[in-house]
């Protein structure tokens, strides 16, 4: 097991912090190891810069104002270890503080992960742009409170080994800088809390003008075929203003606060200075002292300008961390049970019933779906197609009425057993990006299924056969047979390459592939023409009957070419049962139902 897996294991095992003072506690304490050695190192990378000008002005009293050769090289051999020293002690510090925060950001990006992908879903009330922002660049900003630790006990240190040195030439410089730094560094915390303030408001903005550029590209061709792509357009220039001027209004606090350290520090330095040339010409500091009080009081101000920035690196990871633990904590949007179900459902009680079920616009819905049925739903408001989807999926909380699977109540049921027994193929299904295969065989593999070959060498092949029986059932064997790479043709992210009528025929094959005993399809022909949509209605049902004689199929949609394959046709008419037949006889009887299915 690799380092980068132990800890991914470590921080699947461990609890989520549930404030971000928690979560930045947690990260601290996570990286301890390499956060110690990364300041120990570091600190003595300061150590050996502080005695850089101690050497220097050691030189000068011992060998230059004397002229003693043999003292010169011994301390010209001594600086040269100095720097080897100070050049290696920061070569690996750096790498063990840079190694902890990336190690710690890709940590917190899987747990981002891991909630967002959770199959009980979330309620963080972030968009997906949103939550990509957070679980990227706002998990970057926390992990770097990590590195700013290792820096902050590095420059601390160069702080007081530096008052050491010149407390040992001179105590009223070394009292005087004793108390001027930390009084300097409480000066600079006053504009931290702003910093904080503009850098959430920043990340909250940018996160916002993300998520709405994933929504207009994601929908670029229906904003395009409806005229809206000028609207959708300024939108989007008006989230991205406020994220520039949010942007800005940040840099120019962070400018502000680095220029205010920047003048601290070169007004420290020449009181310092100014104070140790008096003396010197008062005769109480030599010629190599006097070089040392100047050059230590010169180094002074990098480890109070970096303080600066470790103060800024705190103000930052604050504001992202409060933001990345609203994601973590985000609560369940549903609340499973534990009781399993077996792999294959019982013939008696039915697959699915439905007793007097009420949730969104149904209002006391009674169904039932037997093994080995293929019932068609007509909805005349998709509301109720949506409630019907959630209820079966098990996202229904707080459903009334009574909704079993397999005799058993869905609120009761495992997450994972419920969705291995009731697979719902909802009308915006996603494909991945990859192959045609490997999007076929995802959901057949999620289920314990066999996995088909993964290259050309396994054509013809029972597995091979297996999905091109799922394509041609769903009319889609033009995509392998057209294309030279068969199955292995390559689908882009969110499979741009393909027309949606291709994407809606690959989704259906994905969810026959599965093979499920209780399959849902919702609106699966929307995107096809009639024609086709006759063949997806032939091929469904005849593979369904073949593979799975016991398999019940429930198809909520208005294409008459499917409900006409349907055993029955349930209608539902504001949220009720209106009326339940064989697509001809309610086609004959009902002139509702013909309205709304005969075009």
């Known amino acids: 097991m690799t380092a980068a897996t ?14 971000a003072k928690a979560l930045r506690t947690r990260t601290l304490r996570r990286q301890r190891g390499r956060v110690a050695l990364g300041a ?8 050996c810069e502080v005695l850089v000008p101690v050497a220097i002005g050691l030189t000068i009293d011992l060998a230059v104002t004397t002229g003693d050769t043999t003292a010169l090289l011994w301390c010209v051999a001594g600086l040269a270890l100095l720097f080897t020293c100070l050049a290696s002690a920061y070569r690996f510090g750096a790498r063990f503080a840079l190694s902890a925060t990336e190690r710690e950001a890709h940590q917190l990006r899987l747990e981002s992960a891991r909630r967002v992908l959770h199959p009980r879903g979330e309620l963080s009330g972030l968009r997906s742009g949103e939550i990509l922002a957070v679980a990227t660049s706002d998990a970057e900003q926390v992990a770097t409170y990590v590195r700013a630790w290792a820096m902050g006990i590095a420059q601390v240190t160069a702080i007081v080994v530096t008052t050491a040195t010149l407390l040992a030439i001179n105590v009223p410089l070394g009292l005087g800088v004793l108390l001027g730094v930390p009084l300097m560094l409480l000066l600079l915390r006053i504009p931290a809390a702003r910093i904080t303030r503009r850098t959430e408001a920043k990340q909250a903005t940018a996160a916002r003008a993300t998520a709405m550029a994933t929504d207009l590209v994601g929908g670029l061709r229906v904003l395009m075929g409806i005229g809206a792509r000028h609207n959708a357009s ?165 459903a009334g009425g009574t909704a079993l699977v397999g005799g058993r109540p869905v609120p009761e049921l495992d997450l994972t057993s419920l969705r291995r027994a009731v697979l719902v193929e909802e009308h915006d299904s996603v494909l991945f990006e990859g192959t045609l295969r490997t999007n076929l065989v995802v959901s057949r593999t999620a289920r314990g299924g066999h996995t088909a070959p993964s290259t050309e060498a396994a054509a013809n092949t029972d597995d091979d056969r297996f999905l091109r029986e799922a394509l041609a059932a769903a009319a889609a064997e033009d995509l392998v047979s057209g294309h030279p790479d068969g199955l292995d043709r ?10 949606g009528g291709q994407r809606q025929r690959v989704a259906l094959a994905r969810a026959l592939v599965a093979d499920p005993p209780v399959l849902v399809l919702h609106d699966p022909t929307t995107a096809v023409d009639a024609v086709t949509e006759a063949a997806i209605a032939q ?8 593979r799975a004689p016991g398999g019940a199929t429930l198809v909520i949609a208005s294409s008459p070419a499917l409900l006409a394959r349907a055993d029955r046709v349930v209608v539902l008419r504001e949220g009720r049962v209106h009326a339940e037949g064989t697509h001809a006889r309610l086609a004959e009887d009902d002139p509702h139902y013909r309205e709304a299915v005969l075009r």
């Open 40 to 47: 120990l190192l570091l600190s003595l990378h300061q150590t």
């Open 6 to 19: 132990a800890d991914a294991h470590q921080a699947a095992a461990e609890p989520v912090p549930g404030t």
């Open 490 to 499: 390559p689908v882009a992210d969110r499979a741009a390459n393909l027309s």
């Open 539 to 546: 091929g469904t049902a005849a593979l369904r009957a073949a």
């Open 234 to 398: 300024l939108r989007y220039q008006r989230a991205s203003e406020r994220a520039l001027t949010a942007s800005v209004g940040a840099a120019a606090t962070n400018g502000l606060y680095t220029g205010l350290v920047t003048a601290a520090g070169a007004v420290f330095l020449g009181v310092v200075a100014g104070a140790a040339g008096w003396m010197a010409l008062r005769g109480h500091l030599t010629i190599g002292e006097l070089v040392i009080v100047v050059g230590l009081a010169q180094f002074l101000t990098e480890p109070v300008r970096a303080l600066g920035l470790v103060g800024q690196l705190f103000a930052i990871a604050r504001a992202s961390a409060q933001r990345l633990t609203r994601l973590l904590n985000a609560p369940d949007a549903v609340h499973p049970g534990d009781r399993l179900l077996p792999d294959a459902l019982p013939e008696v009680p039915p697959a699915v019933e439905l007793r007097g079920v009420s949730h969104g616009t149904l209002d006391g819905v009674d169904l039932t779906l037997a093994q080995g049925e293929f019932v068609g739903i007509l909805t005349t408001d998709p509301r109720d197609a949506e409630a019907l989807v959630d209820l079966l999926a098990g996202r229904a909380e707080g």
